[in-house]
């Protein structure tokens, strides 16, 4: 599952099979490691302080540009989560997913790995495409159009935003979705991803 899981990671920042109309970013995901713990608390880990001690206990690497990755049970129905970009290290910094939402997993529509591509992208700075709602900045990337709220499944042609250009980005990343709608990073998205890699991740 694991590699199966970097396979689609790549495949998407690469804007490879399946990504129809998406901007092929610089990243490349190579595989380092893997290890195992076992450890009923953090099985079933949410974000908090179990997080924390998990992360710290278990992480590798203290750069910036390591990307950790966590696959756990995780609690309260999520998917996974991401830290930002920050100006100095922190044992939290990485991605928590799902276990089940790696390819071949028991998450149904949301196992077909497009969770890590989400979140990672998060820990590439990028917002939700639904951030701020249809007002402001939303999520300061200028060709994502505005979005009310997170859009589920894949409902073509929605537009909760009718005043402002542009239907619902349901097919980007960075949407709700379900992992067969998602296929899209933008070259605004792209730009901001490379920027924040320079600025933040970069050593
Ligand atoms: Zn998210």
């Given at each position: 599952m694991v590699n199966a899981q970097m396979a689609v990671l790549n495949n998407a920042y690469a804007a490879g099979?399946?990504?129809?109309?998406s901007a092929a970013t610089p990243f490349k995901y190579t595989l380092a490691d893997i290890d195992f713990s076992y450890n009923d608390a953090w099985y079933g880990v949410v974000p908090g302080p179990v997080e924390k001690e998990m992360k710290a206990a278990t992480r590798v690497g203290t750069s910036k540009s390591t990307l950790n990755v966590w696959t756990a049970n995780i609690g309260d129905d999520l998917l996974g989560w991401a830290t930002f970009p920050t100006k100095r290290f922190s044992t939290d910094d990485g991605v928590v997913i799902l276990d089940e939402s790696m390819p071949g997993g028991a998450a149904g529509k949301y196992a077909f790995g497009d969770t890590l591509t989400h979140e990672v992208g998060h820990w590439l700075a990028l917002y939700h495409t639904f951030q701020g709602g249809c007002s402001g900045k939303g999520d300061s990337v200028a060709d994502t159009p505005a979005e009310a709220t997170p859009q589920f499944d894949c409902p073509e042609g929605a537009d909760s935003c009718p005043k402002s250009s542009g239907l619902d980005p349901i097919h980007n990343f960075m949407d709700y979705t379900q992992d067969s709608c998602m296929y899209q990073f933008t070259p605004g998205q792209v730009a901001r991803m490379s920027d924040a890699w320079t600025q933040y991740r970069a050593s």
């Open positions: 099979s399946d990504t129809q109309g």
